[in-house]
């Protein structure tokens, strides 16, 4: 990776919100005590309580609800009271509405508000309080549960902006204080110790450490800087004491424009949204036509009440939520926390999954694959030299070591002399032996050469970075072997990618800011149809954005913070739950809590099982209101019958979808060969 990054937000690629473009999970919260003005994503945005007089008003309004029908039916002669509590019902649902529908109209539209505003008004007119009531009160439970999709905007950023630490250790004027770390300026001088997260982006002046990035690159292993080398916000010094010279702080520095991709990608409005407000945009007025045209000419007020119960659109409306709610259920007894529901409608037609690649198809964790003694040497002897020297480090690879060895029971010596060679390896002097390991710039600074030699050829072809990382052991200048750490590739990892092509996946992708040699053979290994390495947060975005400009409808699974962006700009995104990062889990639609892939394929088949339930729940409700409708106009539908039919297409679509509750799925098995050699061939890059 580059050691001069551009993270300007000119270099995002990230466009504006535009019509037609492609679209995200993650809803603009449209309620009044938002933090900033949004748009409303939906035709009944206006309708919306705020969040704290919800909490009140939903659970008494579900208690006034089942009293007063209880009351209705069991205790004939104390209807009375059912009056009372419907007509509080319809006061506590119903306002909000009604000043919605007045909103709307005096903002020259005619959405869903006015439609239900008319039944509810109408029913009271009449006396069915109980009616009024019980309609006013789906429309407000159809937008709590559309409200689900929405509370993710702002926790995303919120987890964000808590990377970075809350004080910064500088030096001004000869003296060492600590400051708030929004009081950084470009040009101040931090000092950083090992462990210390990184407040701002910058420049190395003094020292040489090792960084962990992986929450921005996705890199696997930390980063080697020295004096010149730039470090980034939010990622942490690992092993060095150094001072830095603030270059970018804020919303300039790396971490503040990936909270400004997050932003900007929560800005897109979802196609299913904009389908939703022309489709009321243009019923809602054919109705109170509809209405207007048979009280003209029958002078019935009975039959338009009739006409806007059965017409004010609730079985549809409920359609899509109660479908939601039941793989909502389903999803959480399989192990996955779905966080927002329009996601599963987008589903329907995705053809291409994207994976990270660290912590997502791979375990995150180095694991030793192999060892190479010298002819005249045995593994354990190598590896005993090396854990050994490797026990003062701190170093994930040298963690992996001495992990290995004491699994091995092997008897280890504690070192002298114990020095870190950053960027390198370590240096220790055990019985009196100078031993040395580290990378092949170790190698060749203990053997005083610029080049190794012909005759270790053969150490150096295994310096070409694959799947595997080689550390060479050296014992008073003599190379004694090579260890080889590679970061594990997830047993199921190929198995769920064969699952996912049997489910219609005709691309498989693999984005990370890994070393691209490393990113060729975890792709080859799973079946990969493109592979891309060394990526930037807002490069992944671009990617992302010009698969879905060319129609590809996208799932994205992740787990680092650099994946955030891109889990929010994908039409489903689904984060790893267990060793995930905050951030991630806040900017997806999906957690994989048991940090399983193979439930990946289980989600895909849910959803799209989800979305034909909601296909079909809109053709039973669209039929039975236009039947409705029409017997309403003709006079044959009282209004205590138009409202039975009304609650009768609810019913229906909730039985419907109680299926989903019942969804069976054969999960991939735990491990799978290698991908065939028939495996698809990649397809062009985009």
């Given at each position: 990776?580059?050691?001069?990054?551009?993270?300007?937000?000119?270099?995002?690629?990230?466009?504006?919100?535009?019509?037609?473009?492609?679209?995200?999970?993650?809803?603009?919260?449209?309620?009044?005590?938002?933090?900033?003005?949004?748009?409303?994503?939906?035709?009944?945005?206006?309708?919306?309580?705020?969040?704290?007089?919800?909490?009140?008003?939903?659970?008494?309004?579900?208690?006034?609800?089942?009293?007063?029908?209880?009351?209705?039916?069991?205790?004939?002669?104390?209807?009375?009271?059912?009056?009372?509590?419907?007509?509080?019902?319809?006061?506590?649902?119903?306002l909000p509405i009604i000043i919605g529908a007045l909103k709307e109209l005096a903002a020259g539209r005619a959405g869903l508000s006015l439609l239900v505003a008319l039944a509810v008004i109408g029913a009271v007119s009449i006396g069915d309080y109980l009616e009024a009531g019980t309609v006013a009160f789906i429309l407000q439970l159809a937008i709590l549960v559309e409200e689900l999709a929405e509370r993710g905007a702002t926790s995303a950023v919120t987890a964000l902006a808590r990377l970075a630490p809350p004080t910064a250790l500088v030096r001004r004027e000869g003296t060492e204080q600590t400051i708030p770390a929004e009081q950084l300026r470009p040009a101040d001088r931090m000092i950083l110790r090992p462990g210390d997260r990184i407040p701002a982006d910058g420049q190395l002046l003094v020292g040489s450490t090792s960084i962990d990035q992986s929450m921005i690159s996705g890199e696997a292993l930390p980063v080697d800087r020295t004096v010149g080398d730039e470090v980034l916000a939010g990622t942490i010094n690992l092993t060095g004491a150094v001072e830095v010279d603030v270059t970018r702080v804020g919303d300039d520095s790396a971490l503040g424009n990936i909270i400004q991709l997050v932003r900007r990608a929560q800005t897109y409005q979802p196609e299913i949204i904009r389908l939703?407000?022309?489709?009321?945009?243009?019923?809602?007025?054919?109705?109170?036509?509809?209405?207007?045209?048979?009280?003209?000419?029958?002078?019935?007020?009975?039959?338009?009440?009739?006409?806007?119960?059965?017409?004010?659109?609730?079985?549809?409306?409920?359609?899509?939520?109660?479908?939601?709610?039941?793989?909502?259920?389903?999803?959480?007894?399989?192990?996955?926390?779905?966080?927002?529901?329009?996601?599963?409608?987008?589903?329907?037609?995705?053809?291409?999954?994207?994976?990270?690649?660290?912590?997502?198809?791979?375990?995150?964790?180095?694991?030793?694959?192999?060892?190479?003694?010298?002819?005249?040497?045995?593994?354990?002897?190598?590896?005993?030299?090396?854990?050994?020297?490797?026990?003062?480090?701190?170093?994930?690879?040298?963690?992996?070591?001495?992990?290995?060895?004491?699994?091995?029971?092997?008897?280890?010596?504690?070192?002298?002399?114990?020095?870190?060679?950053?960027?390198?390896?370590?240096?220790?002097?055990?019985?009196?032996?100078?031993?040395?390991?580290?990378?092949?710039?170790?190698?060749?600074?203990?053997?005083?050469?610029?080049?190794?030699?012909?005759?270790?050829?053969?150490?150096?072809?295994?310096?070409?970075?694959?799947?595997?990382?080689?550390?060479?052991?050296?014992?008073?200048?003599?190379?004694?072997?090579?260890?080889?750490?590679?970061?594990?590739?997830?047993?199921?990892?190929?198995?769920?990618?064969?699952?996912?092509?049997?489910?219609?996946?005709?691309?498989?992708?693999?984005?990370?800011?890994?070393?691209?040699?490393?990113?060729?053979?975890?792709?080859?290994?799973?079946?990969?149809?493109?592979?891309?390495?060394?990526?930037?947060?807002?490069?992944?975005?671009?990617?992302?954005?010009?698969?879905?400009?060319?129609?590809?409808?996208?799932?994205?699974?992740?787990?680092?913070?650099?994946?955030?962006?891109?889990?929010?700009?994908?039409?489903?995104?689904?984060?790893?739950?267990?060793?995930?990062?905050?951030?991630?889990?806040?900017?997806?639609?999906?957690?994989?809590?048991?940090?399983?892939?193979?439930?990946?394929?289980?989600?895909?088949?849910?959803?799209?099982?989800?979305?034909?339930?909601?296909?079909?729940?809109?053709?039973?409700?669209?039929?039975?209101?236009?039947?409705?409708?029409?017997?309403?106009?003709?006079?044959?539908?009282?209004?205590?019958?138009?409202?039975?039919?009304?609650?009768?297409?609810?019913?229906?679509?909730?039985?419907?979808?109680?299926?989903?509750?019942?969804?069976?799925?054969?999960?991939?098995?735990?491990?799978?060969?290698?991908?065939?050699?028939?495996?698809?061939?990649?397809?062009?890059?985009?």
């Amino acid at each position: 990776m580059s050691n001069s990054q551009d993270y300007s937000p000119t270099n995002s690629h990230t466009p504006g919100p535009a019509a037609g473009s492609p679209h995200v999970h993650t809803l603009a919260c449209g309620c009044p005590d938002a933090q900033q003005d949004q748009t409303h994503l939906y035709a009944h945005g206006h309708l919306h309580l705020t969040s704290r007089t919800k909490a009140v008003v939903m659970p008494l309004s579900l208690a006034l609800l089942i009293a007063g029908w209880i009351i209705y039916w069991l205790f004939p002669s104390q209807r009375f009271m059912a009056d009372i509590y419907a007509l509080i019902l319809a006061a506590l649902c119903g306002l909000p509405i009604i000043i919605g529908a007045l909103k709307e109209l005096a903002a020259g539209r005619a959405g869903l508000s006015l439609l239900v505003a008319l039944a509810v008004i109408g029913a009271v007119s009449i006396g069915d309080y109980l009616e009024a009531g019980t309609v006013a009160f789906i429309l407000q439970l159809a937008i709590l549960v559309e409200e689900l999709a929405e509370r993710g905007a702002t926790s995303a950023v919120t987890a964000l902006a808590r990377l970075a630490p809350p004080t910064a250790l500088v030096r001004r004027e000869g003296t060492e204080q600590t400051i708030p770390a929004e009081q950084l300026r470009p040009a101040d001088r931090m000092i950083l110790r090992p462990g210390d997260r990184i407040p701002a982006d910058g420049q190395l002046l003094v020292g040489s450490t090792s960084i962990d990035q992986s929450m921005i690159s996705g890199e696997a292993l930390p980063v080697d800087r020295t004096v010149g080398d730039e470090v980034l916000a939010g990622t942490i010094n690992l092993t060095g004491a150094v001072e830095v010279d603030v270059t970018r702080v804020g919303d300039d520095s790396a971490l503040g424009n990936i909270i400004q991709l997050v932003r900007r990608a929560q800005t897109y409005q979802p196609e299913i949204i904009r389908l939703a407000d022309r489709f009321f945009a243009y019923y809602t007025p054919v109705m109170v036509v509809l209405a207007v045209v048979v009280y003209w000419f029958t002078q019935d007020p009975t039959r338009t009440i009739s006409m806007f119960l059965v017409g004010c659109a609730c079985p549809i409306l409920l359609s899509s939520p109660i479908a939601i709610c039941m793989a909502l259920f389903r999803a959480g007894q399989a192990g996955v926390l779905v966080k927002a529901g329009p996601f599963i409608e987008a589903s329907a037609n995705v053809r291409t999954v994207v994976f990270d690649k660290t912590g997502t198809l791979t375990t995150g964790k180095f694991h030793l694959q192999a060892v190479l003694p010298r002819p005249d040497q045995d593994q354990d002897t190598v590896l005993t030299w090396a854990a050994s020297a490797e026990q003062r480090s701190n170093h994930p690879l040298a963690q992996t070591i001495v992990n290995e060895a004491l699994d091995r029971q092997l008897t280890l010596t504690e070192p002298e002399n114990f020095e870190v060679l950053e960027g390198m390896g370590v240096r220790a002097t055990i019985d009196g032996k100078r031993v040395a390991i580290g990378s092949r710039r170790v190698l060749l600074d203990e053997l005083h050469l610029e080049e190794l030699p012909d005759e270790l050829a053969e150490w150096q072809g295994l310096e070409s970075p694959t799947e595997s990382i080689p550390v060479f052991v050296m014992v008073d200048g003599q190379v004694l072997g090579t260890l080889l750490l590679a970061d594990q590739i997830r047993p199921e990892a190929s198995a769920v990618c064969a699952q996912l092509r049997a489910q219609g996946i005709r691309r498989i992708c693999l984005l990370t800011g890994d070393r691209k040699a490393a990113v060729q053979h975890v792709a080859q290994a799973i079946g990969a149809n493109d592979a891309q390495g060394e990526l930037l947060p807002a490069e992944k975005v671009e990617y992302l954005r010009n698969l879905q400009q060319a129609g590809h409808t996208v799932a994205m699974l992740g787990d680092g913070i650099n994946d955030a962006p891109s889990l929010t700009v994908a039409d489903i995104g689904v984060a790893m739950g267990i060793h995930g990062t905050d951030v991630a889990t806040e900017a997806s639609d999906a957690v994989l809590l048991q940090d399983d892939l193979k439930r990946l394929p289980f989600l895909i088949a849910l959803s799209k099982a989800t979305h034909r339930a909601i296909v079909q729940n809109l053709l039973m409700a669209v039929l039975i209101n236009t039947v409705a409708i029409f017997f309403a106009a003709a006079g044959y539908l009282p209004p205590w019958a138009a409202a039975i039919i009304h609650n009768l297409g609810g019913v229906l679509v909730f039985l419907n979808s109680f299926r989903l509750a019942n969804f069976k799925w054969q999960f991939a098995t735990r491990r799978l060969p290698a991908a065939s050699a028939s495996a698809p061939p990649p397809l062009p890059t985009i």
